[in-house]
């Protein structure tokens, strides 16, 4: 079965640093891969996705992300953290050939200290 | 920005007790989904729903658990007689194709006494 792996459960960040959370995969194909940002109390928002192409995809707030084959990864960066950027971030991919269902990993909490 | 709405933002309900759960997804759009995060863990799929029917649902999504589009507006998730592990966040997502981006709502905390 697909999963998704995410091996830091907490980062901490000073204001300003560059950011980078990681992301793995498990899954026989390329999948549709998604980062997504949960604020305390708040609801998922999409930050970007990738489907095809170009492997470095930009999102909102100044995120981006890099698919790797090779490595089954697609990792979230920002070079420069806000502190309004504390919070939850998910990765979640959907199987490509069939399903909706979005499948996410556990998630990282990030702490941005001022 | 068109945005899923959820209702209540909380809900506590005695064990045994039936409980619905609403939504409104985003209006062009035509799948539907239900997740649930249990605290400290992470979401989990339980529906999707498309054309009436349900797509695809997972196990957790067992006889006590129901979903229904009424209208032409609300998307609905009944828990039939909740259980203490039924308290959880529960987030209702749209989208306008399958494999898209899924847009989700601000979540309902359900909390089963």
């Known amino acids: 079965a697909q999963s998704v792996t995410q091996p830091d459960i907490h980062i901490t960040v000073s204001e300003g640093a560059s950011l980078e959370l990681r992301c793995n995969y498990s899954y026989g194909a390329t999948p549709y891969l998604f980062w997504y940002v949960q604020s305390p109390g708040q609801g998922l928002q999409l930050l970007l996705k990738?489907?095809?192409?170009?492997?470095l995809v930009q999102g909102i707030k100044g995120f981006e992300a890099e698919f790797k084959r090779s490595q089954s990864s697609f990792n979230l960066r920002k070079p420069s953290v806000h502190w309004s950027d504390a919070a939850e971030y998910f990765c979640?991919?959907?199987?490509?050939?069939?399903?909706?269902?979005?499948?996410f990993g556990t998630g990282t909490q990030l702490k941005v200290e001022l | 920005e068109p945005e899923v709405t959820q209702t209540p933002s909380h809900q506590v309900t005695q064990m045994g007790q039936e409980v619905i759960l609403r939504c409104v997804p985003i209006s062009n759009h035509l799948y539907f989904y239900w997740y649930r995060q249990i605290l400290g863990q992470k979401v989990e799929f339980l529906v999707s729903?498309?054309?009436?029917?349900?797509?695809?649902k997972s196990e957790i999504f067992d006889d006590q658990f129901s979903v229904e589009r009424p209208d032409g507006s609300n998307f609905t998730l009944k828990i039939r007689s909740t259980k203490l592990e039924d308290s959880a966040m529960y987030f209702c997502?749209?989208?306008?194709?399958?494999?898209?981006?899924?847009?989700f709502g601000d979540g309902t905390r359900l909390s089963i006494l």
């Open positions: 979640a991919l959907i199987l490509t050939g069939g399903g909706n269902k979005l499948t």
């Open positions: 990738y489907f095809s192409g170009d492997t």
């Open positions: 729903f498309y054309n009436n029917e349900i797509s695809e």
């Open positions: 997502a749209s989208s306008d194709r399958p494999n898209q981006p899924q847009h």
